[in-house]
């Protein structure tokens, strides 16, 4: 069965969210903010992307480049959560990646987060 790929990246200040039916296709992006303010909001996410798309979703959890703070209440959430039928997430160490042209402009500079969705997230 195919399956969405996402990837979640906090920083200090937002949280980036990329979903990709595939290694081409973008069909999500979103800047939140750093802490989700209900602690099932990660995983309502999840499942909210894989119901509308009808599939699973494999998300990466990845920290940026400065390292991800294990305090923040998205991290507590995740590394709590087995997934389910619907969505699992582990957690992935944030990379330099090529770069690859952006269909969905706006929201910043999204292309790390793509790379590391496309190499670790679909493996």
């Given at each position: 069965m195919e399956?969405?790929?996402?990837g979640?990246?906090?920083?200090s200040t937002t949280t980036r969210v990329l979903a990709m039916a595939?290694?081409?296709?973008?069909?999500?992006?979103?800047?939140?903010?750093?802490d989700p303010k209900h602690p099932r909001a990660l995983a309502t996410l999840l499942e909210a992307v894989a119901l509308w798309q009808g599939q699973p979703v494999r998300a990466a959890l990845c920290a940026d480049a400065q390292g991800l703070s294990c305090d923040s209440n998205l991290c507590r959430e995740a590394f709590?959560?087995?997934g389910g039928a619907?969505?699992?997430?582990?957690?992935?160490?944030a990379g330099?990646?090529?770069r690859r042209r952006d269909r969905l402009h706006g929201l910043g500079n999204f292309?790390?987060?793509e790379q590391l969705v496309?190499?670790?997230?679909?493996r």
């Open positions: 399956s969405i790929w996402m979640i990246a906090p920083t595939g290694p081409s296709d973008t069909i999500l992006k979103a800047q939140l903010a750093r709590l959560d087995d619907l969505y699992s997430i582990v957690w992935v160490p330099a990646h090529r292309h790390d987060l496309i190499s670790e997230v679909a």
